[in-house]
């Protein structure tokens, strides 16, 4: 009797012949694009390093495209927007040391974003691995410790037969849910050593399903269909498995109002009538949600900010569907659903009841009232008007990448995403820079489309080298610069705690000329001229950067006292 399992495809004579005779001058690191390659990669990112020479000298016989970045981190951040705009795993490719630690805080961030980024770099030659003292250049006793607490993963080559199972294995583990960041060191010796081996053809790396219990999904549709008040939160999870129509339909047949996360932007219609759009940092969202009495929240493990700070308590039962295990009933009690999110929603759209609940409506209208009352009540025009002019501006296709700077944190609560995918920011792990080179990442996954990038001139100059990449790789993204001179929103932090900021002002460059001496066109704009100057960028080809000078506000706080 033969099994399926027994089956073993025989190559062609013509593969056979390439096997026996692979093409001469091929190294360790044409092992390593002919698996991506293989893998379904079609760009790679990074900055070349002494160790990784032998991976930048085998992209010249391989068919990816290349985008080298200036900075590391940025190189990762630019890698993290572009796999969250394709959904792929995006190869990041680094040298060793400093060359690989100075990602750490990209790969931080698509860890917290859950965005699938393969990082692979160099390690010293193999006789120095093991933790002695050598003395090799960018040396490290344990390079892959400094890695394992931000990566889901860490594989460690040490021959060249084990490259293709190794990036194969680190590519699946980055785009099994919760999607992240995984990392694979390969020695100097093993890159640059002529390899005879086969060339690597297509590789199989299908990622495993993460499919509910059926027994939790029953459960958790009978208090669903029951209940007097659902509400969900939809997070993350939502956008990164592609679940935003499931949400929209289980929504509608509970009558259930939804609020997004901000890192779930979009994940549902702004203007729904069931939308309670993104307004955690709200007294009056925080109060609607603890009287739900079932909640459901999927994707997202109500973290410091989607709990308002930590001052949500939910009164009524809450269900949690969460890809990543380590976030299941970490700050409340649930029925936790270990499951990718779109697989959850699909269970319950096939089990949960239709609830008819003409009240809904009226609920979400009237809490947005109060919410649109109390910022109208702070005199907060110029923030609003800012923030308009920049949707108005923005094509409604178009993905926009948000710096940690005061108009982001507005567009987390009052941005308009337009669509699911759109909208993404660095609030997972909060780190500066993020907007542009994130931008630049996006930009390269689809040309078609021109993309937003939006900082504070604090943040603007962790990534102001970049300008180069933008250039030279004629990159449509307009970048938004926000000049206060300063770190805007840790002056505002710092005033209102201590009565007066230290170490938030900078000495800043005339962001226009800068650009300009790049090659980059620049036009410095008023609130009063944004939307028009904006609309203008963006509708030009390649690069373009905006430079507003304004001192914007947040709106007030309600989780303190």
Known sequence: MTHDHDLVLRPTAAQTEAALNPPAGRNGGDLVVETLAGLGATTVFGLPGQHALGMFDALRRSTLHYVGLRVENNAGFAADAYGRITGEAAPLLLSTGPGALTSLAALQEAAAASAPVLAISSQIPTAGLGGGRHGYLHELPDQAASFRGVVKSVHTVRAQSQIP?????????????????????????VLLAETTLPVVTAMDATPDDLAPRPELTAVAADLLSSAARPAIIAGGGVVRSDASGKLRLLAERLQAPVVTTFGGKGAFPWKHPLSLQSWLEDRYTTDFLEDADVLL?????????????????????????????????????????????????QALLETV?????????????????????????????????????????????????????????????AFDAQGPNTMHSAQGAGGLGYGFPAALGAATADPTRPVLAVSGDGGALYSVAELATARQYDLPVTWLIVDDGGYGILREYMTDTFGQATATELTRPDYVALAESFGVPAVRTTPDTLEKDLTKALASPGPSVVVLPALLRMFAPTHLG
């Open 165 to 189: 199972s190794a990036v194969a294995a680190a590519w699946k583990s980055a785009l099994t849910a919760p999607h992240g960041p995984v990392w694979v060191e390969i020695p100097q010796d």
């Open 297 to 345: 929240v999927v994707g997202s493990g109500l973290g410091e900010l989607s709990s308002n700070y930590h001052t949500f308590k939910p009164r009524g039962r809450v269900i949690q569907i969460e890809a990543d295990p380590g976030k299941l009933e970490s700050n409340h009690p649930a029925l936790g659903i270990h499951a990718d999110a779109r697989l959850a929603l």
């Open 353 to 413: 009841e239709e609830r008819k609940d003409d009240t809904a409506p009226e609920r979400v209208r009237t809490l947005l009232a109060r919410v649109t009352d109390r910022i109208a009540a702070q005199e907060l025009s110029l923030e609003q008007e800012v923030l308009a002019s920049v949707r108005r501006a923005l094509p409604a296709d178009s993905p926009s990448f948000w710096d940690m700077t005061i108009l982001a944190y507005w567009a987390w609560s």
